[in-house]
Nanobody
Framework: QGRLVESGGGVVYSGGSLRLSCVAE????????MSWYRQAPGKQRELVAT???????IYADSVKGRFIISRDNPKNTASLEMNNLKPEDTAVYYC??????????WGQGTQVTVTS
């Protein structure tokens, strides 16, 4: 039974940077698309970025030019580099993994708080 383990959240001032990591355990990582979602208080969970198994990246308009998603297949790790953070980026960030025909997985979530 696989799982996703996130790390790297925290509190940062506006304009600062954070890097989130997601380690996939007991999964064939290289075949999976990896995404980051976030959910702010009182709001729906939204897609932030996706990196496909063939390394194509997709970003929400709100984070384009500021966030970078990447993956390291030998380390079974997906990362989200977040730069020029804004208070509206404050949310719980979730790692998500999917592969067609197989189970999907969510991480436990990591809190990111941006103060002005």
């Amino acid at each position: 039974q696989g799982r996703l383990v996130e790390s790297g959240g925290g509190v940062v001032y506006s304009g600062g940077s954070l890097r989130l990591s997601c380690v996939a355990e007991d999964l064939i990582f290289r075949h999976r698309d990896m995404s980051w979602y976030r959910q702010a208080p009182g709001k729906q969970r939204e897609l932030v970025a996706t990196i496909t198994s063939d390394h194509k990246s997709i970003y929400a308009d709100s984070v384009k030019g500021r966030f970078i998603i990447s993956r390291d297949n030998p380390k079974n790790t997906a990362s989200l580099e977040m730069n020029n953070l804004k208070p509206e980026d404050t949310a719980v960030y979730y790692c998500y993994s999917i592969r067609e025909g197989y189970a999907e997985y969510w991480g436990q979530g990591t809190q990111v708080t941006v103060t002005s």
